[in-house]
């Protein structure tokens, strides 16, 4: 509870840091004091309150070996998904790339990779800190997908921007993250597949992903995208069409495929012996049988009398 409410007041301080700024940097200033404050806090948390975690497990930064391979698997994966959403439009014709030579390109540029390295450590510190590590404890990875999804579906109708498509979209997309921590444990491979992702369709298509901070990349996509809708998005964005949500679903199963060593390695619990001592007791008619033989008088056998000794008849 905690954890949550924190999180609510990290977000709330991000907000306000925001609003104090101006110019390409309010971005930045909202998403670095939110990822800060929710990293201070998961961390501080953790260390009072959850004796058995270590305070950086608890905002996802598990110290192993492999950290930058995982990370830059989820990159490659992320980019793939990146390119693969604009590749139709740019294929058919429907639009084409042109770089932006406008003064101050560079310094909104510089803001731009900021703010979606910030605004990618936020999502990934919601997704794999502290409440969510607590869930999957108490209800498993399973319903903490659920849970998280739909809680995903009721912010993005709160919001009041989203389309039926654009909340399967984003839906599926929080799913793929989630699931990518799922499988490792770690923010490693997720940070890296959104980074990936953000970085190549936002920057350099200059494309937007709902809810995703607008940034300034250095090329863009022009064109009407009017041909093959359910394939361009009809000049919507690449990430309405069905065409989209059959990437995202491509990306899950790579993603499973991908990290099938990691759940292995991290996930596996081998099983506890659990249960307690039994003593079962004899049936009665046993314990008769038994008492019935003791009481049958025993025959004592002589021994054979050695060589040279007489031998008695009543001996035997």
């Known amino acids: 509870m905690l954890a949550c409410i924190w999180t609510v007041v990290s977000l709330a301080g991000g907000r306000l840091a925001g609003a104090l700024s101006s110019g390409s940097w309010t971005e930045v200033a909202r998403y670095g004091v939110t990822a800060a404050l929710l990293g201070a806090g998961f961390w501080l948390l953790a260390r009072l309150g959850v004796g058995d975690l270590r305070p950086l497990s608890s905002i996802g930064l598990v110290r192993r070996p492999g950290t930058a391979i995982e990370f830059g698997k ?32 560079w310094g909104r540029l ?22 969510v590590r607590l869930l999957v404890r108490v209800a498993g990875p399973g319903w ?39 499988r490792t444990r770690a923010l490693w491979l ?3 597949l959104q980074v990936g992702w953000t970085v190549s369709q936002c920057l350099l298509f200059g494309s937007p992903l709902p809810h995703t901070p607008l940034v300034s990349g ?11 809708p359910w394939l361009t998005g009809n000049g919507k964005g690449p990430e309405l069409p069905v065409y989209a949500l059959l990437v995202l679903l491509l990306a899950s199963m790579a993603l499973v495929r991908l990290t099938r060593q990691y759940a292995w390695l991290y ?6 012996p659990g249960g307690y001592p039994v003593e079962v007791q004899p049936p009665a008619q046993h314990e ?29």
């Not at 998904?81 to 030579?101: E, K, T």
């Open 267 to 272: 996930t596996y619990q081998s099983p506890v």
């Open 74 to 105: 989820g990159v490659a994966l992320g980019w793939a998904v990146g390119l693969a959403m604009v590749l139709p439009s740019l294929v058919s014709g429907s639009s084409y790339l042109r770089f932006d030579p406008a003064p101050g390109a």
């Open 110 to 131: 510089l803001a731009s990779v900021l703010t979606l390295l910030l605004f990618a450590a936020v999502l990934q510190l919601l997704l794999a800190g502290l409440p």
């Open 288 to 316: 008769a049988q038994v008492a019935a033989k003791s009481q049958v008088p025993l025959i004592q056998i002589a021994l054979p009398a050695s060589p040279g000794e007489p031998h008695n008849p009543q001996d035997s």
């Open 190 to 192: 997720p940070l890296g």
């Open 144 to 182: 903490t997908l659920v849970a998280v999804a739909a809680l995903t579906v009721l912010l993005a109708a709160l919001s009041g921007q989203s389309s039926v498509s654009n909340s399967f979209f984003v839906v599926l997309s929080v799913c793929l993250f989630l699931v990518a921590f799922l």
């Open 218 to 228: 250095f090329l863009f996509l022009n064109g009407p995208m009017m041909r093959a």
